[in-house]
C-alpha cells in the first residue's frame, strides 16, 4: 500500500512550497501526469494492492505554530478555500476510471 505521496505545483497561489518532501512541477496539469506516471508504475510493478493522494486540503500557511512540515506547501487536491485543482483532478479520474483494465493489461504482458 502506497501512502503519503503528493506533488507540489509551482503555481499554487500564496504556497511557496517550502514545506515538506517531495517533488515540485510547475502546473496543476503537471501534478496530474505526475499522478498518472507514479500510479502507471504501481500498476505495472504488480506488487501494489492500493494508493491514496497524502492530504485531501493544502497546508495552511496562516495556521501559527504548525508542525514545520504542514506549512506553506500546494499538497491537497484542493486549496485552502475548498476549490478543486481541476487540471490535477482530471488527470486522476482519467486514470482511476481506467485503473481495472490497465492491471489486467500489465498482468497479460509477458514478464
Known amino acids: 500500500m502506497v501512502t503519503e505521496r503528493y506533488v507540489k505545483g509551482e ?12 517533488w ?8 496530474g501526469l505526475f499522478y498518472q506516471n507514479f500510479t502507471l508504475g504501481l500498476l505495472e510493478s504488480k ?3 492500493g ?3 497524502f492530504k485531501y486540503q493544502d ?4 495556521i ?6 504542514n506549512t506553506n506547501a500546494n499538497k491537497g487536491i484542493v486549496n485552502n478555500y475548498l476549490e478543486p485543482y481541476k487540471p490535477l483532478l482530471d488527470k486522476m479520474r482519467e486514470l482511476n ?3 481495472y483494465s490497465l492491471a489486467d493489461f500489465f498482468d497479460k504482458r509477458q514478464p
Open 59 to 62: 497546508n495552511d500557511p496562516t
Open 64 to 69: 501559527v505554530g504548525a508542525e514545520p512540515s
Open 97 to 99: 476510471q481506467q485503473m
Open 11 to 22: 503555481d499554487a497561489p500564496e504556497l511557496a512550497n517550502t514545506a515538506g518532501a517531495g
Open 51 to 53: 494508493w491514496h493522494w
Open 24 to 31: 515540485v512541477v510547475k502546473t496543476q496539469e503537471d501534478r
Open 47 to 49: 506488487n501494489c494492492v
